[in-house]
């Protein structure tokens, strides 16, 4: 984090991953609860949809777009857990 100037840190924006938005949250929050007046505010870019296509497992943005394969987190696909 840069803290940008003297005083207290009144906002801190995140803009995060969505599916591991809710857990970034809660551990800034937990982390910055003893400053008084500190807001933690959190957004995602977009909502991910998980589906299939092809037979292996994606998640994509709203409008289909592939956002990332499950894979890059080390989750494996259905081919690779029939294997």
Known sequence: MV????????????????????????????????????????HAPFGPVVGEDSGESRVADPAGRTAWSPTRAGTPTRRHRQA
């Open 3 to 42: 803290r940008t100037g003297p005083g207290p840190v009144r906002s801190i924006l995140l803009v995060q991953d969505p599916t591991t938005q809710r857990r970034t949250h809660a551990c800034f929050e937990r982390h910055w609860r003893d400053s008084a007046g500190t807001a933690v505010v959190s």
